[in-house]
Each structure stands twice: as C-alpha cells, then as structure tokens.
C-alpha cells in the first residue's frame, strides 16, 4: 500500500495504526507513505551537512524559547492556474476528516526532522519523543472566498459549527513544541488564503549546531526558490567552517556534480544547479520508484521506516490535540521574507 498523508488524525489511534503496520510485516506486504520532501534536493543537501560534525558540530538542543529545529511552512489555499481559481473540494476544509495543520502539512516536517538529525535511526515515541506545548488558529474564510475555492454555494452543513458571523474560521494553523531526544524543536505550520504577487508556498528550516546553523529559506531575494546557507556560529572560527564547507561539498560532487560554495548576502551559500531542481511534482515519481523497488523486492524497505511513522503520527495527533486545550491565537513567524 502506497499512501498519502495524513494516515491518522487521533492519537487513540496510533494502535490501530501499529497493528497495521505489524500485519504488513507479517505478511511481507509494504506499507509506505508519500514524503516527497525527503526528495528536494535543499532538505537532501541540508541533512549531508547536518551530519559533518566538521560543519555543524554537535547539535544544539536549544530551549523551548530557542529551539534547536526550527520550521515554518506557509501554503495558500487559493491558488490559480493561468489565471483560473484551483478548485478544492469542500471536504477539505472539514478538519474532522482533512485534519488540522499539524495532522497534514506537519507530517512532512516532523518526518524531516527525524531524517535529518538521527538519518537511518529508529525512534522510539514512547521513550525519545515529548510533546511539550501547542497553539492553533484559524484562517478566516468569507462565504464568497469559499464560493470561488470550491465552486459551491456555500457552506455544506458540515462547517456550520466553525461558522460565525458568515465566515469560516478555518482551523489550519498550529504551532508546536516538543523534544527529540533532547533537542528542542519547534514547528509552525501556516495555511494564508493566497500568496503575495510573485510568491508562492514557502518552507523555512533551521538547525542550529555548535558550529553553524544550516538553514533552508525561500524569500523574495532568492525569487522564492528554495535555497540552503550555513551561518558560522563565531566569527572567530568562520574560515574554519567555510574550510570544512568545501570539503564537504566537494565530496558530495561526486553525487552532485556542479554544486558549490559562496556567498550570497554575506552568508555562505550552497550554488545548486538547475538540473537538480526538479519540481514537486516530479518528487511524487522519486517516491513512487522507491515503493516500487521495495514493492518488487530490488530493494529491503529500511527498520526504522516503521518506528519513525508511529513516532511522527504521535507527534502530529498529540500536538493537534493539545492545541485546542489552548486558547486560539497567532504565532509569530520568524522566517526570512
């Protein structure tokens, strides 16, 4: 079984969804869920110098006030294609049967996480994982912004709870705090009605490590393209960092030909070709020839595979559930514009 996001939305049932993936290994069966963003060639390059302690050093684990890992994702809900509103079907917006931000957008950033800091390590949600605060909000949608992001006319009475004063008070937002193996990470997972002129959905990552931090930013400056920079964490050891750097990436030339090194806006910049940027559509093929090799037997679907879904599920059901024991409101977003 090959499946898309999100697979649960409770935490009650993380047994339910245990005993799933148990049957399928008893049966030999495999059962793998769509991650695309473990194929963007920024997230893949971001987690090669996150594990070269010559980069990064030693990870920092941060406070719950300064994580350690810090992600924010902004998507949009009205999107146009040449010039035409992309139609979603009303159902989408019932977070009862959709799920909330966490439960969908925020898969993809508890996955990275994992992939990225532990690569090729299980984790154990009962022993390395605690969730420690969340917050939710809505995105306020009029009856006629519904209208023309659906194509219906008006709200089915399934929305009517979140309803108030003619609008939708959409529940798409949340914010996240908890501890990986004693890493502080934070995630921000934002749904705005539609992108500024130009923009688009963007992602923002920070590991900060006691020699740099590794950050992945879309902003303005860079055409909202995905791009990956370190930042020295002392002046004093700058040359340092860019020395090993280099190293690094011209070890990972020999995967990635044509990467390299300078500076962009005073910060050490990773050059990425364009050959490398293939589009997340494209990324949905990459998953579905990985399922494949494992489908067929060329390829053994790796152990922590499975561990790393219940961990990533009991974080994305027990943050959504913890942000409506809090009262709604914003977070502050604290990614580069």
Not at 35 to 51: A, I, P
Not at 235 to 257: D, F, G, I, M, N
Not at 297 to 314: H, I, S, T, V
Request: proline share 7%.
């Amino acid at each position: 079984m090959l499946a898309d996001k999100p697979w649960i939305l409770r935490s009650g049932d993380l047994p339910s969804l245990n005993a799933a993936l148990s049957e399928a290994d008893t049966r030999r069966l495999v059962a793998y869920d769509i991650m695309t963003e473990r194929f963007e060639v920024t997230n893949v390059l971001q987690r090669e110098l996150v594990s070269d302690p010559s980069v990064f050093g030693q990870p920092v684990e941060g406070t719950p006030a300064e994580p350690g890992v810090y992600m924010e994702s902004v998507h949009h809900l009205m999107k146009a294609v040449s010039g035409v509103p992309n139609i979603r079907p009303g159902w989408f917006f019932d977070t009862a049967e959709q799920g909330e931000g966490l439960n969908d957008i925020g898969t993809h950033l508890v996955d990275l996480v994992q992939w990225t800091l532990f690569p090729d390590q299980g984790i154990d949600h009962s022993r390395d994982v605690r969730v420690l605060s969340a917050q939710r909000w809505p995105t306020t949608i009029s009856e006629a912004d519904f209208r023309r992001v659906t194509g219906q006319p008006g709200f089915p009475s399934a929305l009517s709870g979140n309803v108030k004063d003619s609008a939708l008070e959409y529940f798409c937002n949340t914010l996240v705090t908890y501890r990986l193996r004693g890493t502080h990470v934070t995630l921000n997972v934002i749904w705005d009605w539609e992108a500024p002129e130009g923009g688009g959905d963007t992602h923002f990552a920070r590991y900060r490590g006691a020699l740099s931090t590794i950050e992945v930013r879309q902003t303005r400056a860079d055409g909202f393209r995905p791009e990956l920079y370190v930042l020295p964490a002392d002046a004093a050891e700058a040359s340092q960092v860019r020395a090993a750097l280099e190293r690094k990436v011209a070890a990972l030339q020999r995967t990635y030909p044509g990467i390299g090194v300078d500076e962009r806006g005073g910060l050490l910049h990773v050059a990425i070709p364009d050959t490398y940027r293939l589009g997340h559509e494209a990324h949905f093929a990459e998953v579905m020839s990985r399922y494949l090799d494992y489908l067929s037997g060329r390829a053994r679907m790796p152990a922590w595979e499975r561990p790393n879904m219940l961990a990533k599920y009991y974080v994305t059901t027990t943050g959504t559930e913890m942000s409506r024991q809090s009262e709604p409101r914003p977070a502050p977003r604290l990614a580069p514009q």
